[in-house]
């Protein structure tokens, strides 16, 4: 019997990565599909991510060590990834005439290197297999009998499917729309919802020449962290540095432990901008330096060892040498207090960003409540739940952008 006006097959509640593969793939399978969107666009998170760039996914094709970035998630992932990884992932863009390159880390990224152009071919491709698009029209209400979900309530309409997929994302980015909203229809649901943490974040520091540096990056330096003095870990990498503190993917896929050094005592890091040189050897090459440059001043000299642009605000941490003093007035105990400052950059740790600079956000259902060879609640008969409303840890490098494009598959195709 044809449906009613309002009534559909299948409901995707969040226009987001998760929720518009799902919409795409229930619809290319024949299903009558609405997608309804808070926002006055879709895709608005996704049109922000990896710095406009979009980290689409990461091309690890060995699909254990690939799970193993995702911790206790691991051995649930298996089937969904099986039906859907990276290497679909790859298939499915080029076949939206969106091919993606690898970069560094095994990063990939569209290779117009634009992350609207992802949100673009997305939503071609929904018009394409004629998913019903409502644009700015939140769900207000979630209306459930006897272990079903019966309708969602809009402004001015109720909506009802056979089934309902959610995928409104967690509560990083507050400012896409990424509010929350699914949590609290979740719990309402019975389902339990952790509580969420920002997991993949910018660390805040207070030291005065970090945000003069704002903008600047330090390539391949390591950084080590301490808890009341005591060395915790070391991380190498590219650090990030901002009008705040601290960013970047080594600093943001560390900022859960170093969130956990937080809650024993006080913490500080210091950064070595040059972790493949000891101190001798450092020595040596800056009296290289000076050698070749003796009637030159300091702050003339260092440009050709130091990173682009910080020569003068790293001078103004060592008190004692005068960045307009000619190289070979230099002393020695000089040279060594500039030495020991490169190799460790003083970082005072004063806490996490909030959710609002977040990558990702964990908390969401855990995932014994979900079954993930089809993402079907367990709790609710034609319920879905997928993406950013599952509990899942994970580092940034293109694992968060995976999973919405494996549990947004998996969940269309079940539908």
Known sequence: MPKSQNAYDVIVVGGGAAGMMAAATSAERGKRVLLLEKNAELGKKLSISGGGRCNITNAEDDVKVLLSKFGKAEPFLYSAFSEFGTQETFAFFDRLELPLVIQKNKRAFPKTERATDVV??????????????????????VNAHDGKIRSVQTQGFEFTADSYIFATGGVSHPETGSTGDGFNWLRDLGHTVEEPTPTIVPLAASDKWIPKLKGKTLEDAKITFFQDGVRKFSQKGNILLTHFGLSGPTILNLAGRVRELLYGGEVTAAIDLFPSLDLGILDAKIVELFEANKNKLVRNTLPEMLPNGTTDVLLSLVPSLDPDTKVHSVTKEQRRALIDLLKALPVSIDGLMGYDRAVVADGGVPLAEVDMRTMRSNKVENLFIIGDLLHISRPSGGYSLQLCWTTGFVAGVNT
């Open 120 to 141: 673009r071919v997305l939503e071609e491709y929904l018009v394409e297999k004629g998913v019903d698009i409502r644009l700015e029209l939140p769900v207000q209400r």
